[in-house]
Each structure stands twice: as C-alpha cells, then as structure tokens.
RNA sequence: CGGGCUGUAGCGCAGCUUGGUAGCGCGUUUGACUGGGGGUCAAAAGGUCGUGGGUUCAAAUCCCGCCAGCCCGACCA
C-alpha cells in the first residue's frame, strides 16, 4: 500500500505511568499474568478484574487497529451495543437459564434486573428485527470492540480468563447459506480475515474444527495460539492438516478385534473387591494396582427429552462405557445415540434408578428399558490383541464401595452382547431409545488422543499439542432469529428465518497469549505489529544535552516515519533501565551513551536477539529502526 | 459448586505453636558518594495486623461468624 505513514507517537518515559517492578503478585503464575504485572501493563483490582495501564492500552489498541482494519476490509460495520442488557432479551433465548451463571447480573433502582453482555447476539438481532426489513438488505456483518462481562468460577491466570474481558464480536446476517451473499461466504471471509489478524499481530497459531459450544450452531472453528502452558488440547493429522479440539476431534476407522467386539474368554473368575472411598478412576487404580487402561468406565447421562417424548417414551438415560485411560466426549454420545441433548445424570436420581454412581458396571444398563448401552470401541474387547492374552477388565460391581475384575463381556454381561443389534456400529440412530430396538451399540464415543488413526489420511497418527483459544467462528443458523422472530420476506415473498454467523476475537486475550508464547527470562518480547512502542531510546546520562538533545532529534525522525518511540528519560542507574527495558519488551533499544556517541553512532539492539547489539553510525539509525520494525510486522 | 490454603507497610514475606513494645527484604523520601546490567553509606516516612464478635487484666497470636483472595478439581470464550 502506498498511503502517507501514519505518524508515530512520542512518549517519555518520566511523563507516562509505568510502574514495573522486582517482584510479581504472589497470585500470579502464569508467564503472561507475571510479565504484565511486573512490567507495568496492568494491575488487579479485583478478582479477574484488571487495570490496563498506558503500555497494555496501547497494545490494545495496536491490536485492535489491525483487527478494525481486517474486519472493515471483509465487508463489516463497526458499531456499538450496550453493555446493560435487559434480561428480558435473554429470557426469549433461554440463555439467561442456558448459560447459567457465567451471566453477570445486576439489579436496577426499580428491582429491573440487567445482564452485564457476555456477548450480544440478542441485542444484535433485536436492532436488526427493528431496521433491515428487506432480503435486499443482506448479507450485513455488524461488528463492535468492547469490554464483556463473565461471572467466571474460576478467574485465573491474569487476563487469559478474567471477568471482564476485551472482545470482538461480530455478526452476519444471510437469506441463504450458500452462494452469493450466502452464510458461507461471509464465514469463508472471516476465516480468512482471522488469519490475516493473528499472522499480522505476529502469533503462530492453528485453526481448529471446533464444537459450537452453549452459543449454539452448526459449524465452527477455533483459532488457538500454539503454546504449551495453554488450556485446550489441540489435536492435529501431520498428513492431511486436519486440526480440531477434543471436543469436536474425529478418530480414524478403529480396526474391530480380531476375535469381534466382545468376543474371547474370559482372564479368570469374576472376583468381587471391596473398594471403600474409591469411586474414581485415579483412586482404584491405586487402590487395586492396575492400569487405568484395564478399566471400564461407565458414565450415566439422561437423555434430556421434549415434553412429547417425554409422554410417549417416559425417562431415558444413555450409559456409556469407555477404557479407564479415555474419556468419554459428550457430542460424540449425542450423535451415537441420535438424541439432541443430554446431560450428566443427576447422582441422586440415578441412585434411584439403580446405578450405584462410582461403581456402575455395563451391567448396570441391562434389563432397565429406556436405557441404551453405548460402548467405545476399545472398550468392547474381549481379548487383548496387542497383549495377545484375553483381556483383563475390572469394573464396578454395582454396589456402593465394590469393584469387579476379570470381567468377560460374554460371560457376565448378563444379556448376549454378540446379538445382530449389537453388531451394527456403523447405524447410528436411535438405539434403544425412542421406541427403537437396539438395547446396546458400539460407536466412537470418546475423545481422541495422540496415536489414534487420523480420520482424513489413512495410516497417520493424531497429535496433541496445547493451545489458547483466541478466535472463535460460528455458523448459527436460524437459533437466534427463530427463538427472536427475526424473519424478512425472500424475493419469493416467502417470510424465511435470517440465518446468521457469529465470529469473536479475544483482544485482551490476545495480548496475554502474544506474551505467553513471546518472553524469556528477562521478560516481554513483543512482535513489533503490536508492541507499545516501535522503539525504545535509553539515555545513559538523563542531563547531558548531547545525548538528550539527540535523543529528541532522533524520536522525532523515528516518528516521522511511522514509528512510536518511547525515550527513558530517567534519573535511573544503567543497570536498572536495562533491566526494565528487557521487562517491557520494545522490539528495538537504541542506547545513547558517551562511547557510541564518541564514534557518532548510537547502540541498536533487537530485543529478541540475545547479542550485545551493535554500533550504528548515527546516520543510518533511523533507517535500521524503521526495517527492523517494519520487516517484523 | 466440592477439596486444600492465605489475608500483617505499595510489593514479597517473618512473627501466631507457647497471648504482653509491630519486624525483615524490596520499593518510596532526603543527603552524600557513584554512574554500561536492579550500586554503596547515612537518615526518614509508611501498618485500626481483612472484618465483626467472643475468651482474657491483656489478642496479629486462642475461639466462632462473615468477607476477600489463591491453588486443584468440576465448569468454561
């Protein structure tokens, strides 16, 4: 791009508010919520609330520049909600009930109570229903920067999971989902502008298939800053690219048994072991000396029905098995057992419905009507194929306190698991539920982990990485304009449901996360695309006029040619303004001191490079400055 | 919401077991020396010991309630 540079900004540093220091909170932890802190970003003022300090806004706002600029360049509008939601718009979706209590509430003079936004997709669709009145006047995609609020359970890790947050959010609007001015375009265009974001702000990063979460919706992907202290696993197929989160991952064709599911003898008699206080996994395993991966483990959920099924097909509950050593992944029960909804069954109530909670066996499920038996793959064996043995199984023994081992699929199911219905892994439907005759099935129903087949290239191998979820896109559908009545007549004069995206950046979270995958020892190093400043200039001696005066000259041409210069002007030792320059991380130290100024040449140092720096005649310094920053950004 | 734990100066902590004068380091202020990786010396300011109650002649210390915060788990953008 040709445009004029945009000119810099000149900040000192005896005039702003940058308060680093030796030691960090006692609270915090992780890298980024140590280095902000101590660097001078922000400051806590309460839990999972933060002040962001001159340095932090103005990585905020660098951030948010390129996040304005790549959403502007996509088509979207920016614009600006309330924060102070009636609850009344959340009542029409449910989600006030949905999303429990992440919602923050408050209570007016008059006892009206109001939402603090977690997001805004009711109050979006409401000025929408009220001014787009014509299929002529989409596709739009609204946009607004804003701070959100979260009643979090756990706030931790300084900015990565506070209360109150800095988000983009943004929303589409369509008549169709394909073709022009389709739901997939626009979410084809934010894909791509959330790559050019994250790129631009310097962050390795990986897009991920994602489940849509309480938000709702069909489709979606996460964008996750690659980084080990991150909080998501991140599972990807080094052949095909294929990258997803555990809760969305696929898992390759699973080759059945050789002897078929179920099918060996058993490993020895069925022996009961009393097992007192020891309702976990963790906990038996230690308790009886075997591997987890010798486990079943049984999880109850209860098929969260519409009051018609409820009438027609009373109670139902899924009971699903997986290896001790998996973990059983809710969407994929959902979708096995063909029901929209479940949740983890409430323990008392299934203590009522005869399944000893902690201690729950497969046989638990068998005889009880309403009750579906899904297995995992791994977890319908019988004989160990790898170990070449039968397969060694322990198991609740259906009574408080007691496990099972040496349990035999075959000999102490209590019903013939080899029955034709049993057979079927591939029909995915209703199972035994809603009238239908299958009392048990095998499916994929647990998480992937590192190793398991690749499910878009034959022979690869899933791997694991961690990750910190910065981006979010989702395709919604009609959710929220049905529940809302937002329809618009077609050029059919058909009145159709809108059919709507979604699309969130954490900004506030993607400071964090920039820090957490970018310092050492010392502290910050910020990709130049969003560092406070461009460059830092030191000066040795804060009253000698050749340096200060130099100083000022040099700040002056940086920010001429687009560059923020941030000049310590401190009354402060050597030492402790290159401790601190470290700490704050500016891409670029230039030092004026006696020895570099006797030679007519200043010190140019990169932050992110572990040399002493170099001399750079005076002349050529600025030039050096603005390629080192621009070349970075 | 379960389990563990902590509230003492701006920050990091000791003191509490065994009740009796409020301590240390960093930071801050003043002065001097110093001046290229958190320097030295001297002096100083700064605390209703989270909060309410109880026991006691006397509570930072013992007991009870509450509040705030942290960690692990559950949950989660």
């Known amino acids: ?248 991952c696929e898992i390759g064709a699973r080759p059945a048994p050789s002897k078929g599911y179920f099918g060996g003898d058993p490993s020895g008699v069925m022996e009961e072991v009393h097992t007192p206080g020891c309702p976990g996994i963790e906990d038996v395993c230690t308790f009886m000396k075997v591997k987890p991966g010798n486990m079943l483990k049984s999880v109850l959920f209860k098929v969260v029905s519409s009051a018609e099924d409820l009438a027609k097909y009373g109670e139902e509950y899924i009971l699903a098995v997986v290896r001790g050593d998996h973990d059983v992944n809710e969407g994929k029960v959902k979708a096995a057992a063909g029901v929209k909804a479940i949740a983890l069954a409430d323990p008392a109530e299934a203590i009522k419905k005869g399944f000893a909670i902690g201690f729950v066996s497969p046989r638990a499920a068998v005889g009880k ?108 559908g009609t959710k929220y304009s049905e529940a809302m009545g937002l329809a618009i007549l077609d050029d059919k004069q058909q009145k159709r449901p809108v059919i709507m995206g979604c699309y969130g950046i954490g900004v506030s979270r993607t400071m964090a996360s920039s820090v957490e995958q970018n310092h050492d020892a010392d502290g910050i190093i910020w990709p130049a695309a969003i560092a406070p400043f461009g460059v830092l200039i030191t000066i040795m001696k804060h009253d000698a006029p050749e340096q200060t005066n130099l100083a000022a000259d040099l700040a002056e041409q940086l920010a001429a040619a687009g560059v923020d210069v941030l000049i310590d002007d401190r009354d402060e030792r050597p030492g402790v303004k290159f401790k601190d320059a470290d700490l704050i991380g500016i891409p670029v130290r230039l030092t004026l001191g006696d020895k570099a100024l006797a030679a007519a040449s200043v010190e140019f140092k990169l932050r992110s490079s572990k040399d002493k720096g170099s001399l750079v005649p005076i002349a050529e310094v600025v030039a050096a400055c603005v390629n080192a920053v621009r070349g970075n950004g």
């Open 1 to 248: 791009m040709s445009a004029p540079v945009q000119r810099g900004s000149i900040a000192r540093w005896n005039q702003t508010m940058i308060p680093t220091t030796r030691e960090a909170p006692a609270d915090a932890e992780s890298p980024s919520h140590i280095l902000l802190s101590r660097a001078g970003y922000i400051r806590k003022l309460g839990a999972g609330i933060y002040d962001y300090l001159p340095l932090a806004w103005r990585v905020i706002k660098k951030v948010s520049a390129i996040v304005r600029e790549e959403m502007d360049a996509a088509g979207a509008s920016e614009l600006h909600l309330p924060v102070l939601l009636p609850i009344e718009l959340y009542a029409g979706t449910r989600r006030d009930r949905d999303y429990g209590d992440l919602l923050f509430k408050i209570n007016d003079r008059k006892a009206g109570t109001y939402a603090l936004g977690p997001t805004h997709e009711e109050p979006i669709t409401e000025l929408v229903k009220g001014s787009v009145s014509s299929y002529k006047q989409l596709p739009i995609n609204l946009y607004q920067i804003q701070v959100k609020f979260r009643d979090e359970a756990r706030p931790r890790s300084g900015l990565l999971r506070g209360r109150e947050f800095i988000m983009k959010d943004a929303y589409s609007f369509h008549m169709n989902v394909e073709g022009p001015g389709g739901l997939n375009e626009t979410y084809d265009k934010m894909y791509q502008a959330y790559s050019n974001v994250f790129r631009r702000c310097g962050l390795s990063f990986t897009a991920v298939e994602a489940e849509s979460g309480p938000i709702g919706g069909s489709a979606s992907h996460e964008f996750m800053v690659n980084c080990e202290s991150g909080e998501d696993t991140v599972l990807r197929c080094p052949a095909s690219g294929y990258a997803a989160n555990v809760e969305k």
């Open 369 to 476: 009507p309403g009750v579906l038996l899904l297995v995992d793959r791994e977890a319908a064996v019988g004989f160990d194929d790898a170990a070449g043995k039968a397969k060694f199984w322990v198991t609740g023994a259906d009574k408080k306190d007691h496990h099972v081992k040496h349990f035999n699929w075959v000999r102490d199911l209590g019903t013939d698991p080899l029955a034709a219905e049993a057979h079927q892994p591939e029909t995915h439907g209703t199972g035994g539920l809603k009238g239908g005759n299958k009392y048990m099935m095998v499916a994929d129903v647990r998480n992937a982990v590192a190793g398991d087949p690749s499910p878009r290239s034959a022979g690869a191998k899933l791997e694991t990485s961690r990750g910190i979820e910065v981006g979010h896109i989702f395709k919604l």
